[in-house]
């Protein structure tokens, strides 16, 4: 079983449109991160949570706003998209900032 | 900044053959760098292999190892002889107790030849 859900596996959508990734842990970690790999590029961090909290932000756009409805939940809200965010995003998680666990990601696709 | 540089790839070797992936890292805001070395195989996503967290120590799984190193910043995973199954792309990371981040290199690509 995953422990690690992130949804949806593949997404398309059009310039200019709003997205959701989906992403919860079963692990019972108190830290959740947002990273995006693109294509040929390195595992870009983008943010990580404690506790619901923001703890870290290397994302310079704010059209990419993380959401944290409960613990073992971190969202990844993406607005006005544009090709460039064309990317597959993966969610972690972790205990005290040890040992990330990834999910599978999600491969979003920008027409 | 905080960077981890390895090995560019991808990187071929034979079976049987002995493997050395490079990385050198630079942590200018940690203050106590934890090391660590992910992979992922084809069709899996990407787990820890191994992790060394005290200067001068080493860190071993599956037959590969790698010591971290911090007069020469650095923290190569070697090992002595690779099977096929060890074919899959190989991650060089950075991070601390109060990073809140785990900085990773690039990645390397590593085929096994039968």
């Known amino acids: 079983d995953p422990k690690i859900i992130q949804k949806p596996k593949y997404l398309v959508a059009v310039t200019g449109s709003e997205k959701i990734l989906i992403c919860e842990q079963y692990?019972?970690?108190?830290?959740m991160y947002w990273y995006r790999q693109s294509a040929k590029k390195p595992l870009e961090f983008m943010f990580s949570?404690?506790?619901?909290?923001?703890?870290d932000n290397q994302t310079a756009s704010s059209r990419f706003q993380p959401q944290s409805s409960k613990k073992n939940h971190l969202d990844l809200q993406i607005t006005a998209l544009k090709p460039d965010d064309s990317a597959t995003y993966f969610c972690a998680s972790s205990q005290e900032f040890e040992r990330l666990f990834f999910g599978h990601g999600t491969k979003l696709s920008v027409l | 900044g905080d960077s981890v540089t390895q090995t560019e790839g991808p990187v071929t070797v034979s079976e049987s053959e002995s493997l050395i992936i490079n990385c050198t890292y630079s942590a200018t805001s940690i203050a106590y760098p934890n090391l660590f070395w992910y992979v992922r195989y084809p069709g899996e996503g990407l787990q820890l292999l191994l992790k060394?967290?005290?200067?001068?120590q080493k860190g071993s799984s599956r037959g590969f190892e790698a010591t971290y190193n911090k007069e020469t910043t650095s923290f190569h995973l070697q090992k002595a002889s690779v099977q096929e199954s060890d074919s899959a792309v190989y991650y060089c990371a950075l991070g601390g107790p109060n990073a809140y981040k785990v900085i990773f290199g690039k990645g390397t690509h590593l085929h096994v030849l039968p």
């Open positions: 060394v967290i005290t200067a001068g």
């Open positions: 949570y404690s506790y619901q909290k923001l703890m």
């Open positions: 692990l019972g970690h108190n830290a």
